[in-house]
Structure formats: C-alpha cells, structure tokens
C-alpha cells in the first residue's frame, strides 16, 4: 500500500468516529430535551399572543391577589392615592371622578383605575417603588413609547381565569423589569417595572403615579376596527379604548380563597339597558359565555345590561317586544338607573327631550363591541 493510500484510509476512519460521536451526542440532546421539565418561572407560551384573549383554565389566578405597589390599598387612607391636578382626593380612584371638557364645556369624565401615589423617592424626588403583578398571568402587550398614549409607558398581563380570561394594566412606568417580556409567564409578585410620570402629555414628576386597572376586553376583533377607522398608534387589542375596568379596589376588598372575577361582574350594578340590532352574537359573548343567558343567539336582536363604562354585564336574546322597539334603528335604550350611571363620565349615553339614546361616544362604543 501506498503512504498516501494509508493516510487517506486512516484519515476516513477518524471522519467516520467524529461523525458517530456527533450523532451519539445529538442523539442523547434530544432525549433529554423531550423529557427535561420546564423551567421553575416559565409556562407554555399563550397561543396566538397578538390575541391572548381566548381560552379558560381550571385554575383561577386571581384567588389570591398581590397589591400592584409596597402600598397596601385601603380606600380610607387618601396617602396611598395620587390625585389629579384637581387635588381632589376621590379623583385617583374609579369611576366618574374627574372633569374634563366636552362639547363646549365642561363634564364629569370617567377614571377607569386607580392612581397609587409614589412612596419611594430618591434625592431628586424620582419614585424607586416597584410594580408588582398582581397575579400569575402572561405579558400580552408592552408599551415602551412615553409619547403615544396617555398612558405613556405600559405593560398588559392577561389572566386565564376559569371563565375566561382578564386583564390587569399598569401604566406611567418609568423603566420595565429586563423580565417583562411579551409572551412570558409572570407570577403573583415579580417585579414589572418602577412608577413614573410617563405620558401624553407628560405627567408632572410629583405627581408620578401607578395608574392600575383590572377588567375585560371588549372585542377581539378591535385592532381591525381600529385600522378601518385609519387611527394612529392602535396598540392592537390592547388600545384603552378596548379595555373595561371595573373597581380594582372592590375586587382586593373581596378577596377570600373563593374568590371568582365573573360572579364579582354578576353583582356590579346596570347602568342602563339597551336593545341592539346584530347579525351575530358579539365576540365578548362567545370569551365570556357566563355572561350570556339563556338559549344560542337567534341573530334578531340582543338585549344587554351595560355597566357605566360600558361593560356589558349580561346580554340574552331580545324579546319579540324588545325588537319592535327597534324598527329600523340598530339600538335602543330601554332603561337608565340613575343611581347606578351616577355623573356618566363616559357619555355613552344621553338624555335629551325627556328620551335616553346612546350619544357620540355610545355609538363609538357600539361599533366597536359589535364590529
């Protein structure tokens, strides 16, 4: 044999071991892949997360609840709360609290969280409080531009709850946790950022706040919605406009082990009723089935009891008396408490003549529920 045939053969033989080490290796990666478990901080990832609105789970996140800051939320103690400019105590929490212009004036205007007052300050008067999740949840959306939302820079987490699922919204951050990532699991208690003044416009540095909201979404169709109208910065489905709160400190007053968000919902009071004209059943009834009641949508009509907000608290198919109230009008509102609508920040609906109808806003409102 030649001496370049016998290195040849020689060298052939050490590919052909190299080779079978590589396979053995990949071999063995494999196996331990396929069986290793997930890591202690980390779920699967939420299917389809530009929609991490679908689905329920046997547990129920929001059993037990963290408060969203160091502060403990207690109604009673104003420090824990950060007004508005105003300097009215009641206009950091929920509802129709504030005032604002509308039309050619001024009207109540609703608040749909509540603003938790730094407690943490460094030498030049910067918040160092962190932001916590206040329960085990998934990052569904991540605002990192100050400049375009009033929100300014925000962080959604949507919770899988046994009966669909809910968000939690913390909004004003000054910085995110290098953890808040969308798409990642989140449990009760992580750190998601630190309070600051971010917003359009700005927020003044002392009033820097936690603005924290809880509830549902409206559509999950919305981001379409938003696009057919040509609107700038939609935020796809997490948009404000498509987010109902309820009273976030109501749902920590009622914690208990048995807690459930939607037999809270069942209790929140109907600020009016209407009748609607709609080919289909609304998406926000086939998310949230235990809000719908009685037989499968019939498509003549829906009749729906509506939070001041907007929320629709339940909704059933219209009578054949309710769908003659329609005629050839795609809404009509049958009944408002005005107990329950108080001062109508929202203006959804509005009362002229003695007769309520849904106003400029109501009729957004109704596009975008039932697009």
């Given at each position: 044999?030649?001496l370049?045939d ?22 063995l ?11 202690p ?16 789970t046997a ?7 963290v408060f969203?800051t160091?502060?403990?939320?207690d ?14 105590p ?7 609290v ?6 050619k004036g ?13 407690g ?16 085990n949840?998934?990052v569904?959306?991540v605002?990192?531009?100050a ?17 669909g ?11 995110f ?9 989140v449990?009760?208690g992580?750190v ?6 971010t ?11 936690l603005?924290?909201e ?7 169709r919305?981001?379409q ?11 796809a489905?997490?948009?404000g ?9 109501a ?8 807690f459930?968000?939607?037999?809270h ?18 998406d926000f009834?086939?998310?949230y089935?235990?809000l ?23 909704g ?7 769908r003659?109230?329609l ?5 009509v509102?049958?009944?408002?408490d ?13 009362c002229r003549?003695?007769?309520w109808?849904?106003g ?12």
């Amino acid at each position: 044999m030649k001496l370049g045939d016998k290195s040849r053969r020689y060298g052939a033989i050490a590919l052909l071991v190299i080779l079978e080490f590589v396979f053995v290796g990949l071999v063995l990666y494999l196996c331990f892949r396929a069986k290793a478990p997930c890591a202690p901080n980390a779920e699967p990832e939420t299917p389809g997360l530009d929609l991490p609105l679908i689905g329920r789970t046997a547990t129920n996140p929001f059993r037990y609840l963290v408060f969203p800051t160091d502060q403990v939320l207690d109604r009673n103690d104003p420090d824990v709360f950060q007004p508005a400019a105003s300097g009215r105590p009641e206009s950091a929490l929920f509802g129709s609290v504030r005032t604002a212009s509308y039309g050619k004036g001024l009207a109540a205007s609703f608040h749909e969280g509540v603003d938790i007052a730094a407690g943490q300050r460094d030498a030049a008067g910067r918040p160092q409080d962190a932001v916590y999740a206040v329960a085990n949840g998934a990052v569904a959306y991540v605002n990192t531009q100050a400049g375009n939302s009033n929100y300014g820079k925000y962080v959604v987490l949507t919770h899988a709850c046994p009966s669909g699922m809910v968000y939690t919204l913390y909004a004003h951050l000054a910085t995110f946790s290098p953890s808040v990532i969308r798409g990642r699991f989140v449990k009760a208690g992580d750190v998601l950022g630190i309070i600051g003044h971010t917003a359009n416009p700005p927020i003044p540095l002392t009033q820097a706040h936690l603005h924290f909201e809880v509830g549902l979404i409206l559509n999950a169709r919305f981001s379409q919605w938003y696009r057919a109208q040509k609107f700038k910065h939609g935020h796809a489905n997490f948009n404000g406009w498509n987010l109902l709160g309820v009273d976030p400190l109501a749902v920590f007053e009622r914690q208990c082990p048995d807690f459930d968000f939607f037999q809270h919902i069942a209790t929140l009071p109907a600020a009016f009723t209407i009748v609607l004209s709609a080919r289909r059943k609304p998406d926000f009834f086939n998310r949230y089935p235990c809000l719908w009641e009685g037989a499968p949508y019939r498509g003549a009509g829906l009749k729906m009891a509506v939070s001041e907000d907007g929320l629709p608290l339940k909704g059933r198919n219209a009578t054949e008396s309710e769908r003659r109230l329609l005629g050839a009008h795609q809404s009509v509102v049958l009944r408002v408490d005005p107990a329950a609508l108080g001062r109508n920040g929202c203006h959804l609906v509005i009362c002229r003549k003695g007769l309520w109808r849904l106003g400029r806003e109501g009729k957004k409102w109704r596009d975008m529920l039932m697009y």
